[in-house]
């Protein structure tokens, strides 16, 4: 078992609502990074959190934001909802910036867009 | 820019027989590969990785090969057993970013008993 859990399990909004994804790391773990995978392709990189400050983004906008707490435990928000959205979000924490193989996925999150 | 690639979008293999994935990249940069494998309902786990200084990396039933100058590695699973049906996902990091990764589409293997 990961110890890296996500909530909700899933969810359904509609275009231009506000959501909220939480992850909550393994113990120690000081690295979050989140990411987006749309159906039938992998997952995408949108950025990386590193004792709570952005260390990272990929080619998403800023509508994208997130925040890690002291407790490991971080948040995926997005604004101004789009039908494109709609994908499965994994959020993976590791215990440093640079362990190449202790990177542990949750399960994620499904999140669909009407 | 889609810079790792998966062309099999699924794999069928008896038991006991060797299962072939392959992963081919165009971004030369690329320092670090990693093969993960998705179950259903669940977030991918770490399978095997190779440096770019390799062009071999074995653990147990699992070798990943790299030929750089061709851009290509492939997963060999030898024997393949039935649990080891699952999607397998390729990655690719860059140098000093290992967390921002770049997956491949995943390919399904299915292992028939």
């Known amino acids: 078992e990961t110890g890296v859990t996500q909530s909700p399990t899933h969810l359904i909004k509609t275009r231009g609502q506000q959501v909220t994804l939480r992850c909550s790391s393994q113990s120690g773990h000081n690295t979050v990074s989140w990411y987006q995978q749309a159906l039938g392709q992998g997952p995408q990189f949108i950025f990386q959190?590193?004792?709570?400050?952005?260390?990272g983004r990929g080619n998403f906008p800023p509508r994208f934001s997130g925040l890690q707490f002291p407790n490991y435990s971080s948040e995926l928000n997005v604004n101004a909802l789009e039908l494109d959205d709609s994908a499965l979000y994994l959020c993976?924490?590791?215990?440093?910036?640079?362990?190449?193989?202790?990177?542990?996925f949750g399960p994620g999150t499904r999140l669909t867009v009407l | 820019d889609q810079q790792v690639k998966q062309n099999s979008p699924s794999l069928s293999v008896q038991e006991g027989r060797i299962s072939i994935l392959n992963c081919d990249y165009t971004n030369s940069m690329f320092d670090y590969f990693l093969w993960y494998k998705k179950y259903p309902a669940e977030g991918p786990t770490f399978l095997i990785s190779i440096s770019s200084i390799k062009d071999k990396n074995e653990d147990g039933r699992f070798t990943v090969f790299l030929n750089k100058s061709a851009k290509h590695l492939s997963l060999h699973i030898v024997p393949s057993q039935p649990g080891d049906s699952a999607v397998y996902f390729c990655a690719a990091s860059l140098p000093y970013n290992n967390n921002d990764m770049r997956f491949g589409a995943g390919t399904r293997l299915t292992v028939k008993p």
């Open positions: 993976a924490s590791s215990p440093s910036l640079f362990s190449y193989n202790e990177q542990f």
């Open positions: 959190y590193y004792r709570e400050e952005e260390n």
